[in-house]
Protein backbone atom coordinates (compact mmCIF):
# COMPACT_ATOMS: atom_id res chain seq x y z
CA UNK A 1 0.00 0.00 0.00
CA UNK A 2 1.39 3.37 -0.91
CA UNK A 3 -0.12 5.39 1.56
CA UNK A 4 1.25 3.76 4.49
CA UNK A 5 0.68 4.54 7.97
CA UNK A 6 4.21 5.29 8.55
CA UNK A 7 3.93 7.48 5.63
CA UNK A 8 1.36 9.71 7.51
CA UNK A 9 3.39 9.86 10.84
CA UNK A 10 6.50 10.87 8.09
CA UNK A 11 4.49 14.20 7.06
CA UNK A 12 2.91 14.89 10.17
CA UNK A 13 6.78 14.29 12.27
CA UNK A 14 7.30 17.32 9.47
CA UNK A 15 5.07 19.67 11.35
CA UNK A 16 7.07 18.38 15.01
CA UNK A 17 8.52 21.67 16.87
CA UNK A 18 9.90 19.61 19.71
CA UNK A 19 12.26 16.62 18.25
CA UNK A 20 15.19 15.62 20.35
CA UNK A 21 18.85 16.76 20.21
CA UNK A 22 20.89 14.21 18.20
CA UNK A 23 17.36 11.93 17.19
CA UNK A 24 17.24 10.07 14.67
CA UNK A 25 13.60 10.19 12.43
CA UNK A 26 11.31 7.52 13.08
CA UNK A 27 12.50 4.83 10.87
CA UNK A 28 10.15 3.34 7.49
CA UNK A 29 8.35 0.41 8.78
CA UNK A 30 9.76 -2.68 7.28
CA UNK A 31 6.96 -5.24 6.08
CA UNK A 32 8.16 -8.86 8.18
CA UNK A 33 6.85 -11.53 5.79
CA UNK A 34 5.36 -10.02 1.73
CA UNK A 35 4.48 -12.64 -0.45
CA UNK A 36 7.99 -12.75 -1.87
CA UNK A 37 9.66 -12.73 1.27
CA UNK A 38 7.64 -15.07 2.79
CA UNK A 39 8.54 -17.78 0.35
CA UNK A 40 12.24 -16.86 0.48
CA UNK A 41 12.07 -17.28 4.02
CA UNK A 42 10.73 -20.94 3.88
CA UNK A 43 13.09 -21.50 1.69
CA UNK A 44 15.99 -20.15 3.14
CA UNK A 45 14.95 -22.27 6.48
CA UNK A 46 14.64 -25.47 4.79
CA UNK A 47 10.51 -25.35 4.76
CA UNK A 48 10.66 -24.63 8.40
CA UNK A 49 6.54 -24.38 9.05
CA UNK A 50 5.22 -21.74 7.70
CA UNK A 51 1.75 -22.69 6.21
CA UNK A 52 1.20 -20.74 3.36
CA UNK A 53 -2.19 -19.62 2.69
CA UNK A 54 -4.11 -21.42 1.08
CA UNK A 55 -6.22 -20.12 -2.50
CA UNK A 56 -9.68 -20.41 -0.46
CA UNK A 57 -8.13 -18.11 1.88
CA UNK A 58 -6.94 -15.73 -0.28
CA UNK A 59 -9.56 -15.17 -1.94
CA UNK A 60 -11.34 -14.98 0.84
CA UNK A 61 -9.01 -11.71 1.83
CA UNK A 62 -8.92 -10.86 -2.05
CA UNK A 63 -11.68 -10.60 -4.04
CA UNK A 64 -11.13 -10.47 -7.81
CA UNK A 65 -12.01 -6.84 -9.11
CA UNK A 66 -14.28 -6.56 -12.10
CA UNK A 67 -11.26 -5.90 -14.99
CA UNK A 68 -7.67 -6.11 -14.93
CA UNK A 69 -7.14 -1.81 -13.84
CA UNK A 70 -7.96 -3.38 -10.49
CA UNK A 71 -10.49 -1.12 -9.94
CA UNK A 72 -13.79 -1.59 -7.51
CA UNK A 73 -16.81 -2.48 -9.70
CA UNK A 74 -19.86 0.29 -9.79
CA UNK A 75 -21.86 -1.85 -6.58
CA UNK A 76 -18.87 -0.94 -4.33
CA UNK A 77 -17.96 2.83 -5.69
CA UNK A 78 -21.92 3.91 -5.58
CA UNK A 79 -22.27 2.02 -1.91
CA UNK A 80 -24.62 -0.48 -3.34
CA UNK A 81 -23.18 -3.13 -2.08
CA UNK A 82 -25.24 -4.85 0.24
CA UNK A 83 -22.12 -6.65 2.14
CA UNK A 84 -19.73 -3.62 2.10
CA UNK A 85 -22.88 -1.05 3.08
CA UNK A 86 -23.40 -3.42 6.15
CA UNK A 87 -20.46 -3.69 7.27
CA UNK A 88 -18.76 0.04 7.68
CA UNK A 89 -18.75 -0.11 11.30
CA UNK A 90 -16.68 -2.66 13.72
CA UNK A 91 -19.95 -5.11 14.38
CA UNK A 92 -19.90 -8.83 15.94
CA UNK A 93 -18.85 -11.33 13.67
CA UNK A 94 -22.18 -12.36 12.02
CA UNK A 95 -22.28 -15.99 10.87
CA UNK A 96 -20.80 -14.92 7.29
CA UNK A 97 -18.02 -13.22 9.09
CA UNK A 98 -17.45 -16.59 10.49
CA UNK A 99 -17.10 -18.57 7.71
CA UNK A 100 -14.77 -15.81 5.97
CA UNK A 101 -12.76 -16.04 9.11
CA UNK A 102 -12.68 -19.88 9.46
CA UNK A 103 -11.36 -19.71 5.88
CA UNK A 104 -8.63 -17.88 7.14
CA UNK A 105 -8.05 -19.84 10.03
CA UNK A 106 -5.50 -21.96 7.98
CA UNK A 107 -2.61 -23.05 10.95
CA UNK A 108 -2.93 -25.66 13.20
CA UNK A 109 -0.34 -25.79 15.87
CA UNK A 110 0.08 -29.26 18.17
CA UNK A 111 0.62 -28.48 22.11
CA UNK A 112 4.16 -29.28 22.90
CA UNK A 113 5.34 -32.59 24.99
CA UNK A 114 8.46 -32.51 26.56
CA UNK A 115 10.00 -34.03 23.52
CA UNK A 116 10.01 -31.12 21.87
CA UNK A 117 12.59 -29.45 24.20
CA UNK A 118 16.08 -30.32 23.11
CA UNK A 119 19.13 -28.38 21.65
CA UNK A 120 21.11 -30.32 19.21
CA UNK A 121 19.79 -33.48 19.96
CA UNK A 122 20.79 -33.07 23.70
CA UNK A 123 17.92 -32.82 25.99
CA UNK A 124 17.90 -32.52 29.97
CA UNK A 125 19.40 -34.94 31.91
CA UNK A 126 21.59 -36.33 28.88
CA UNK A 127 25.21 -37.38 30.18
CA UNK A 128 28.38 -35.45 29.08
CA UNK A 129 29.41 -38.08 26.88
CA UNK A 130 26.43 -38.22 24.57
CA UNK A 131 27.44 -34.23 23.79
CA UNK A 132 30.90 -35.27 23.26
CA UNK A 133 29.99 -37.96 20.97
CA UNK A 134 27.79 -35.41 18.98
CA UNK A 135 29.75 -32.04 19.07
CA UNK A 136 33.18 -33.87 19.51
CA UNK A 137 35.85 -32.67 22.48
CA UNK A 138 35.15 -29.33 24.10
CA UNK A 139 36.99 -25.75 23.33
CA UNK A 140 36.78 -25.47 27.10
CA UNK A 141 35.95 -27.52 30.08
CA UNK A 142 35.72 -26.47 33.82
CA UNK A 143 34.24 -28.44 36.93
CA UNK A 144 33.22 -27.68 40.39
CA UNK A 145 31.98 -29.79 42.94
CA UNK A 146 28.59 -29.49 41.71
CA UNK A 147 28.71 -28.36 38.68
CA UNK A 148 30.95 -29.25 35.08
CA UNK A 149 30.58 -26.96 32.30
CA UNK A 150 31.37 -27.51 28.60
CA UNK A 151 31.64 -24.75 26.11
CA UNK A 152 32.12 -25.11 22.08
CA UNK A 153 33.72 -21.77 20.75
CA UNK A 154 34.46 -22.16 17.00
CA UNK A 155 33.42 -19.94 13.66
CA UNK A 156 30.20 -22.21 13.28
CA UNK A 157 29.46 -23.29 16.63
CA UNK A 158 28.91 -21.53 20.18
CA UNK A 159 27.22 -23.08 22.24
CA UNK A 160 28.10 -23.70 26.20
CA UNK A 161 26.55 -26.84 28.39
CA UNK A 162 26.08 -27.05 32.03
CA UNK A 163 25.80 -30.34 33.64
CA UNK A 164 24.85 -30.93 37.32
CA UNK A 165 27.43 -33.79 38.50
CA UNK A 166 26.24 -36.73 40.36
CA UNK A 167 24.53 -36.27 43.64
CA UNK A 168 23.35 -38.24 46.53
CA UNK A 169 20.76 -40.69 45.96
CA UNK A 170 18.37 -38.83 48.40
CA UNK A 171 18.48 -35.85 46.36
CA UNK A 172 17.45 -37.96 43.04
CA UNK A 173 13.80 -37.85 44.52
CA UNK A 174 11.79 -34.70 45.04
CA UNK A 175 10.00 -33.53 48.32
CA UNK A 176 7.26 -31.11 49.27
CA UNK A 177 9.89 -28.51 49.58
CA UNK A 178 12.30 -29.09 46.94
CA UNK A 179 12.24 -30.57 43.35
CA UNK A 180 14.57 -33.50 42.56
CA UNK A 181 17.88 -32.86 41.66
CA UNK A 182 18.41 -34.91 38.00
CA UNK A 183 22.43 -35.12 37.59
CA UNK A 184 23.27 -34.75 33.43
CA UNK A 185 23.20 -31.98 31.13
CA UNK A 186 20.86 -29.18 33.38
CA UNK A 187 20.87 -26.03 30.69
CA UNK A 188 22.14 -25.34 27.29
CA UNK A 189 22.76 -21.90 25.43
CA UNK A 190 23.08 -21.72 21.72
CA UNK A 191 24.15 -18.02 20.26
CA UNK A 192 25.95 -19.22 16.84
CA UNK A 193 25.29 -22.34 14.67
CA UNK A 194 22.35 -22.19 11.96
CA UNK A 195 22.83 -25.63 11.25
CA UNK A 196 21.86 -26.67 14.93
CA UNK A 197 18.04 -27.98 15.26
CA UNK A 198 16.46 -26.81 18.34
CA UNK A 199 13.42 -28.70 19.43
CA UNK A 200 10.07 -28.16 17.17
CA UNK A 201 12.23 -27.88 13.66
CA UNK A 202 13.71 -24.02 14.64
CA UNK A 203 17.33 -22.79 14.11
CA UNK A 204 18.67 -19.20 14.63
CA UNK A 205 18.09 -16.90 12.67
CA UNK A 206 14.46 -17.81 11.63
CA UNK A 207 12.08 -15.25 11.34
CA UNK A 208 10.37 -15.22 14.99
CA UNK A 209 6.90 -15.54 12.83
CA UNK A 210 8.13 -19.07 12.04
CA UNK A 211 9.11 -19.33 15.91
CA UNK A 212 5.25 -18.84 16.98
CA UNK A 213 3.91 -21.15 14.08
CA UNK A 214 5.74 -23.98 15.26
CA UNK A 215 5.34 -23.08 18.81
CA UNK A 216 2.26 -21.53 18.99
CA UNK A 217 1.38 -19.18 21.61
CA UNK A 218 4.89 -17.99 24.03
CA UNK A 219 3.76 -18.66 28.01
CA UNK A 220 5.49 -14.66 28.02
CA UNK A 221 7.09 -12.23 25.94
CA UNK A 222 9.59 -10.24 27.77
CA UNK A 223 11.39 -7.13 26.61
CA UNK A 224 15.04 -6.18 27.22
CA UNK A 225 14.16 -1.95 26.57
CA UNK A 226 17.95 -1.15 26.74
CA UNK A 227 19.27 -3.83 24.07
CA UNK A 228 15.59 -3.68 22.04
CA UNK A 229 15.75 -7.34 22.80
CA UNK A 230 12.46 -9.77 22.77
CA UNK A 231 12.34 -12.87 25.05
CA UNK A 232 9.89 -15.34 24.28
CA UNK A 233 9.61 -18.01 26.42
CA UNK A 234 8.15 -21.58 26.50
CA UNK A 235 7.85 -24.06 29.27
CA UNK A 236 8.08 -27.96 29.10
CA UNK A 237 4.59 -29.73 30.53
CA UNK A 238 6.60 -31.16 32.48
CA UNK A 239 7.72 -27.65 34.05
CA UNK A 240 11.23 -29.11 34.66
CA UNK A 241 12.86 -26.91 31.79
CA UNK A 242 12.07 -24.11 29.40
CA UNK A 243 13.33 -22.34 26.40
CA UNK A 244 13.95 -18.77 26.58
CA UNK A 245 14.40 -17.15 22.44
CA UNK A 246 15.98 -14.15 21.92
CA UNK A 247 14.52 -12.25 19.52
CA UNK A 248 16.75 -9.45 17.82
CA UNK A 249 16.27 -7.83 14.38
CA UNK A 250 13.15 -10.01 13.72
CA UNK A 251 14.76 -13.28 14.10
CA UNK A 252 16.01 -15.66 16.70
CA UNK A 253 19.41 -14.49 17.49
CA UNK A 254 20.28 -17.00 20.74
CA UNK A 255 18.32 -19.60 22.47
CA UNK A 256 18.88 -21.19 25.91
CA UNK A 257 17.20 -24.67 27.18
CA UNK A 258 16.94 -23.89 31.26
CA UNK A 259 15.42 -24.99 34.14
CA UNK A 260 12.21 -22.68 35.05
CA UNK A 261 13.14 -20.10 36.92
CA UNK A 262 12.87 -15.95 37.21
CA UNK A 263 12.72 -13.63 35.60
CA UNK A 264 10.92 -16.08 32.77
CA UNK A 265 8.98 -17.77 34.90
CA UNK A 266 5.11 -17.21 34.73
CA UNK A 267 3.63 -18.75 37.10
CA UNK A 268 0.37 -21.09 37.43
CA UNK A 269 -1.06 -21.82 33.66
CA UNK A 270 -4.21 -20.02 33.14
CA UNK A 271 -7.19 -22.42 32.54
CA UNK A 272 -7.75 -21.10 29.42
CA UNK A 273 -4.32 -19.76 27.55
CA UNK A 274 -6.22 -17.91 24.95
CA UNK A 275 -8.37 -15.84 27.32
CA UNK A 276 -6.80 -12.78 27.11
CA UNK A 277 -5.71 -11.05 29.89
CA UNK A 278 -4.62 -7.32 31.63
CA UNK A 279 -1.33 -7.58 29.74
CA UNK A 280 -2.39 -8.17 26.81
CA UNK A 281 -4.12 -4.76 26.54
CA UNK A 282 -0.94 -2.96 27.07
CA UNK A 283 1.76 -2.32 24.45
CA UNK A 284 5.38 -1.72 24.62
CA UNK A 285 4.67 -1.07 28.03
CA UNK A 286 2.04 1.50 28.33
CA UNK A 287 -1.17 0.91 29.55
CA UNK A 288 -4.29 3.31 28.19
CA UNK A 289 -5.95 5.99 30.54
CA UNK A 290 -2.32 5.79 32.33
CA UNK A 291 -0.43 8.73 33.22
CA UNK A 292 2.97 9.27 30.36
CA UNK A 293 6.22 9.07 31.62
CA UNK A 294 7.90 10.63 28.52
CA UNK A 295 11.47 8.00 28.84
CA UNK A 296 9.72 5.47 31.15
CA UNK A 297 11.41 3.00 28.13
CA UNK A 298 13.51 4.04 25.31
CA UNK A 299 14.40 7.97 24.21
CA UNK A 300 11.53 9.44 22.11
CA UNK A 301 13.12 10.66 18.50
CA UNK A 302 10.22 13.15 17.54
CA UNK A 303 7.23 15.00 19.15
CA UNK A 304 3.95 15.77 17.15
CA UNK A 305 1.22 18.25 18.41
CA UNK A 306 -2.02 18.20 17.00
CA UNK A 307 -5.64 18.37 18.30
CA UNK A 308 -4.56 19.16 21.83
CA UNK A 309 -2.61 15.51 21.81
CA UNK A 310 1.32 14.56 21.93
CA UNK A 311 2.39 12.09 19.41
CA UNK A 312 5.45 11.02 20.96
CA UNK A 313 7.35 8.70 18.06
CA UNK A 314 10.03 6.23 19.55
CA UNK A 315 11.22 4.83 16.48
CA UNK A 316 9.47 1.18 16.26
CA UNK A 317 6.36 2.96 18.33
CA UNK A 318 4.45 5.57 19.02
CA UNK A 319 2.07 6.90 22.05
CA UNK A 320 -0.66 9.84 21.93
CA UNK A 321 -1.19 11.62 25.04
CA UNK A 322 -4.01 14.03 26.19
CA UNK A 323 -3.36 17.26 26.90
CA UNK A 324 -3.94 16.34 30.80
CA UNK A 325 -0.87 13.92 30.08
CA UNK A 326 -3.29 10.43 29.95
CA UNK A 327 -2.23 7.84 27.23
CA UNK A 328 -4.39 7.13 24.62
CA UNK A 329 -3.13 5.14 22.05
CA UNK A 330 -0.27 3.32 21.42
CA UNK A 331 0.74 1.64 17.73
CA UNK A 332 3.41 0.34 16.13
CA UNK A 333 5.54 1.85 13.43
CA UNK A 334 8.12 -1.23 12.71
CA UNK A 335 8.38 -4.87 12.67
CA UNK A 336 11.03 -4.43 15.12
CA UNK A 337 8.37 -4.14 17.58
CA UNK A 338 5.72 -6.90 19.19
CA UNK A 339 2.48 -6.91 20.89
CA UNK A 340 2.39 -9.12 24.35
CA UNK A 341 1.64 -12.11 22.56
CA UNK A 342 4.34 -11.82 20.07
CA UNK A 343 2.37 -10.30 16.95
CA UNK A 344 3.76 -7.67 14.97
CA UNK A 345 3.38 -6.36 11.13
CA UNK A 346 3.56 -8.25 8.58
CA UNK A 347 2.22 -11.12 10.23
CA UNK A 348 -0.14 -13.78 7.86
CA UNK A 349 -4.00 -13.12 9.33
CA UNK A 350 -3.69 -16.96 10.17
CA UNK A 351 -0.70 -16.43 12.27
CA UNK A 352 -2.87 -13.46 14.24
CA UNK A 353 -5.95 -15.53 14.82
CA UNK A 354 -3.71 -18.65 16.06
CA UNK A 355 -2.10 -16.17 18.41
CA UNK A 356 -5.53 -14.51 19.37
CA UNK A 357 -8.49 -16.30 18.26
CA UNK A 358 -11.87 -14.51 16.78
CA UNK A 359 -12.27 -10.75 17.14
CA UNK A 360 -14.44 -9.95 19.32
CA UNK A 361 -15.70 -7.31 16.55
CA UNK A 362 -14.83 -6.77 12.89
CA UNK A 363 -14.31 -4.36 10.22
CA UNK A 364 -14.30 -4.79 6.63
CA UNK A 365 -12.94 -2.34 4.45
CA UNK A 366 -14.22 -2.03 0.60
CA UNK A 367 -12.79 -4.40 -2.16
CA UNK A 368 -10.86 -1.81 -3.38
CA UNK A 369 -6.78 -2.45 -3.96
CA UNK A 370 -5.58 0.06 -0.80
CA UNK A 371 -8.16 -0.75 1.64
CA UNK A 372 -7.75 -2.88 4.75
CA UNK A 373 -10.21 -4.42 7.62
CA UNK A 374 -10.41 -4.37 11.12
CA UNK A 375 -9.82 -6.69 13.77
CA UNK A 376 -10.80 -5.95 17.04
CA UNK A 377 -10.51 -6.54 20.35
CA UNK A 378 -12.00 -5.86 23.42
CA UNK A 379 -10.80 -5.03 26.91
CA UNK A 380 -12.83 -6.61 29.53
CA UNK A 381 -11.08 -4.64 31.97
CA UNK A 382 -11.11 -1.18 30.88
CA UNK A 383 -14.49 0.17 28.73
CA UNK A 384 -13.40 1.12 25.26
CA UNK A 385 -10.04 -0.53 25.38
CA UNK A 386 -9.69 -2.36 22.15
CA UNK A 387 -6.70 -3.76 20.62
CA UNK A 388 -6.86 -3.64 16.81
CA UNK A 389 -5.42 -5.38 13.84
CA UNK A 390 -5.44 -3.58 10.66
CA UNK A 391 -5.07 -6.14 8.03
CA UNK A 392 -4.99 -5.30 4.49
CA UNK A 393 -7.90 -6.73 2.82
CA UNK A 394 -6.18 -8.11 -0.55
CA UNK A 395 -3.57 -9.09 1.00
CA UNK A 396 -3.67 -11.41 4.24
CA UNK A 397 -0.78 -9.23 6.42
CA UNK A 398 -0.68 -6.95 9.43
CA UNK A 399 -0.81 -3.45 8.33
CA UNK A 400 -0.82 -2.00 11.88
CA UNK A 401 -1.22 -2.91 14.96
CA UNK A 402 -3.03 0.04 17.20
CA UNK A 403 -4.15 -0.08 20.91
CA UNK A 404 -6.55 2.64 21.10
CA UNK A 405 -9.24 3.78 24.03
CA UNK A 406 -11.17 6.49 21.73
CA UNK A 407 -13.15 5.28 18.22
CA UNK A 408 -11.23 5.22 14.87
CA UNK A 409 -13.42 7.10 12.73
CA UNK A 410 -11.68 5.96 9.34
CA UNK A 411 -9.63 2.96 9.23
CA UNK A 412 -9.26 3.42 5.74
CA UNK A 413 -6.90 7.06 6.01
CA UNK A 414 -3.75 6.47 7.78
CA UNK A 415 -4.10 10.18 9.35
CA UNK A 416 -7.18 9.35 11.06
CA UNK A 417 -6.57 5.84 12.22
CA UNK A 418 -3.78 7.89 14.36
CA UNK A 419 -5.74 10.58 14.87
CA UNK A 420 -3.64 12.86 13.51
CA UNK A 421 -6.29 14.38 10.56
Known amino acids: MKCTAMAALVFAACLAWGPAMGAVPAE ?7 RATATA ?13 TDKAVKA ?18 GKDNKDSKKEMPHVPTDDDCVLLDSLDTLTILPLQASDFYIGSIHHGDSQAKVKRIFGPPTKFSSSTHYTTMQYNDKDLKMRFVFRNKTADSLRHGAETRKAVIP ?41 ADANVYYFTYESPRK ?10 RRIERVALMPVRPPYITGDEPANRMKMGERDFTLMGFGLNQPFEPNKYNMWTNLVKRNNSNFWLYGDYGVEV ?12 TNNAYTGRGATLGYHVSTILALYGRPDRIEWGPNKEKSVDAYYYDSPY ?23 STPIKNIQDPMERYGLK
Do not use: C, W
Open 28 to 34: KPEKALT
Open 41 to 53: AVDAVGKAGIVQP
Open 61 to 78: VAPEPDDQTGKADKSDKD
Open 184 to 224: GAESMFLSAGTNILIGRDVRLKYPAEVLLRQYGLPDSVLRD
Open 240 to 249: DVMYVFAIGN
Open 322 to 333: DRRNIVQKVFLL
Open 382 to 404: QKGVSLVIIVRHNEPYVDDIILT
